[in-house]
């Protein structure tokens, strides 16, 4: 597992490991002097004091004191994380789209940032990764949609190799991009230069399509993809099915 640790970084340095760390999706812990404000069902403010900032890959946030066990603020799954710097202060803000909700921490100092790649291939389990994700892919297409027709993995673009190349029941070409886990706007702009790639391949006359598959996107990467034209699969990398599909 890759870890990424910075001991008393600058606001701007700790802003760019944090920014790096939402694109790769780790999970991350922030120590430091903040304030926190929240708002939505309700609204709530904490003073400034030592707390540690816990964002994790799903979307949630926890924040937490030297006291208890249950964060004293909190974002459940499905949020956008966004960080900042603001007169001098790192910002870190977890959105969450419906309900409405914004938690807000502000650090005056930061004592220690870790981001964690939860998913270092080193570590991985066999079973539910984005080869078994292609293998499902391959072997049942109409899991993307009926009549798609799987042509190439790993099929090279000026953009680098995309992880299905196919055909839809139309013959369009499609680009699907595959991922493990739930996924935010990086993996729209990942699809998105796959779909530019092929568009300048095959010339202005063909209409090139993008498919993302993943288990879950977040409310941004949704609005993006329909912003795009981009469609979205929803399947889970073990059984190749969506989510809820219980089916053998």
């Known amino acids: 597992m890759t870890v ?11 802003l760019a490991s944090l920014e790096d760390a939402f694109r790769r999706g780790d999970l991350i812990t922030v120590f430091g002097r903040c304030s926190v404000e929240y708002d939505g069902r309700a609204s709530s403010s904490l003073g400034a004091g030592d707390r540690l900032l816990l964002l994790k890959p799903d979307g949630s946030a926890l924040v937490h004191t030297d006291e208890g066990r249950t964060p004293v603020n909190w974002q459940p799954p499905g949020c956008d994380h966004f960080a900042s710097v603001r007169d001098g202060r790192l910002r870190v803000r977890s959105v969450r789209r419906s309900p409405e909700e914004l938690l807000d921490v502000r650090f005056d100092r930061v004592h220690h940032l870790v981001a964690y790649d939860v998913t270092d291939p080193d570590d991985l389990d066999l079973r539910g990764s984005e080869a078994d994700l292609k293998e499902h892919v391959v ?9 798609f027709e799987p042509l190439a993995t790993e099929r090279e673009t000026t953009a680098g190799p995309m992880d299905v190349f196919g055909e839809d029941a139309s013959g369009r070409p499609v680009a699907v ?4 886990r ?37 409310d941004r990467a949704a609005s993006l993809l329909e912003r795009d034209g981009l469609d979205f699969v929803a399947l889970d990398p073990t059984t190749g099915r969506p989510p809820d599909d219980s089916a053998p």
């Not at 991009?177 to 493990?180: D, F, G, N, Q, V």
């Not at 300048?200 to 977040?218: H, K, M, Q």
């Open 177 to 180: 991009e595959l991922k493990r």
């Open 182 to 218: 739930r996924v935010g706007p990086d993996a729209v702009g990942q699809l998105r230069r796959y779909v530019d790639a092929l568009e300048r391949e095959f010339g202005a006359d063909t209409t090139i399509r993008g498919v993302l598959v993943a288990p879950s996107v977040t």
């Open 4 to 14: 990424t640790t910075l001991h008393r970084p600058a606001h701007r340095d700790a």
């Open 139 to 147: 072997a049942n297409p109409e899991r993307i949609e009926p009549g």
